[in-house]
């Protein structure tokens, strides 16, 4: 039968939270010292879409986007794009444009969402809600917040199939 895959490249500059979250969605699990040398270029878990399966590839860096040197490979084909940055890291949400431009320019408009992690240390935060929510609507993105940590909005949020969002 049909197999449909569907590519999702996650960017946003280094420990933001990329490669815990798609080792929460994929695995179910978040560790403390989630290695960036994991060994592989995705990990992916299948789904239902209008009752059809679908495998959605969720493909991690190794590291590479502190230096600036990620490669036409890791966005290649890419279906959709998450963008992440995090709640403790001005420098991390004043990228994201950069980043969202990158995409682009390798794979074109795909659906994105902008995803802002670790909001369980939103007591800590350096960037403001109106100013997440107006980059949102500037960017013209569907905007989550969430802890991959304490588990919040990734499944149900960030990847939920039911609502349109990276998975249309
Ligand atoms: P990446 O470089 O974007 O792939 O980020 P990592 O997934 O390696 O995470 C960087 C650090 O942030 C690690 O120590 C994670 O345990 C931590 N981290 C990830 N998500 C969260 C979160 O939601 N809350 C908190 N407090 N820490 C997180
Ligand atoms: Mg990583």
Redesign the pocket.
Known sequence: DMEVAIKVVVV??????????IQRYCKGI?????K?TIGVDFLERQIAVNGEDVRLLLW??A?Q?EFDAITKAYYRGAQACVL?FSTTDRESFQSIQTWKEKVEAEVGDVPTVLVQ?????LEETVIKNEEAEALAKRLKLRFYR?????DLNVTEGVFNTSSSNVCN
């Open positions: 946003g500059n280094g420990a933001v939270g990329k490669s815990s979250m978040f560790t403390k010292d989630y960036k991690d860096t590291g986007e992440v992690n670790k909001i369980d240390l969430t802890s991959v940590k304490e």
